[in-house]
């Protein structure tokens, strides 16, 4: 494509990285993202990839801005209380670039839309704060091929990793690691444990990046690893993931090969 004096000077710092470069930003404008969760962690990662020129993305979240949302979910502020998470995340977005396509769906993701929804897209990033909304969405992506970049954070604490199960090999999915979801109370949600707010920068612009790389495919991948940031203590940490040959949804013998085991969820 044709770049105009515009986008070349809008660019300038991608083009100029020779891992980038005028075809790698070319492959950004033609890449379609879909992030669900426009919160804590969907803020940095929509504005970064907006900023970073991926010229289609979509995200979904059914909620509307609330005061409690401000202390980390940048992306929206003070006059958008009140107001759809996903037009205020629009107006954001197509004020910081004008290349970028705003796809917005202010729904539940469920069962009965998911693979739908991840179908349109090349990756999908998960910036959700549930865990039935996660796992719902670790099984679309492996049963529809979508690679999946996820992160989670709590108090001080946040981790990421990127799956891809549906390529085989050595690339888990989400359930070799968590097999299944936690008993419901043994894990507090941010709103009864507390999270940082700034954490939520450090974690979703860390998921911005590596959606990034996945999209040029250039660098080292976080499939099979987990990533885990101690924010109190300042230290990071990277632990090896390995598939489960007995994992019930990308194993020898799965079990999970439909969303059907999956009720109503929400990002």
């Given at each position: 494509m044709d770049f ?63 005061l409690s949302n ?109 097999r299944e979801p ?86």
């Open positions: 105009t004096d515009a986008q070349v000077e809008r660019y300038a710092r991608h083009i100029i990285l020779p891992e980038v470069g005028g075809i790698g930003q070319e492959v950004l404008l033609k890449s379609r993202v879909l992030v669900v969760g426009a919160g804590g962690l969907g803020s940095p990662l929509l504005l970064y990839l907006a900023a970073a020129g991926v010229g289609a993305i979509g995200v979904i979240d059914p909620d509307v801005v609330d401000l202390q980390r979910q940048i992306i929206h502020d003070t006059a958008a209380i009140g107001t759809p998470k996903v037009e205020s995340a629009r107006t954001r977005l197509e004020a910081i670039n004008p290349d970028v396509r705003l796809d917005v769906h202010r729904e539940r993701l469920t069962a009965a839309n998911a693979m739908g929804l991840i179908a349109d897209y090349d990756v999908v990033a998960d910036g959700t704060d549930n865990f039935a909304t996660r796992y719902l969405l670790a099984d679309a992506c492996h049963l529809g091929g979508r690679t999946l970049v996820s992160a989670a954070m709590l108090r001080f604490d946040g981790q990421i990793s990127t799956f891809k199960s549906y390529l085989g090999g050595p690339n888990p999915c989400y359930r070799c690691i968590f936690p008993p419901r109370g043994l894990v507090p949600s941010c709103a009864e444990g507390g999270v940082l707010g700034a954490l939520a920068g450090a974690v979703g612009s860390v998921q911005a990046i590596e959606v990034l790389k996945e999209l040029l495919g250039i660098g080292d991948s976080l499939s099979g690893q987990l990533l885990m940031y101690d924010a109190l203590h300042t230290s990071f940490h990277k632990v090896r993931v390995r598939p489960d040959p007995e994992c019930p949804l990308c194993g020898r013998h799965p079990t999970i090969t439909d969303l059907s085991g999956h009720g109503g969820t929400r990002p």
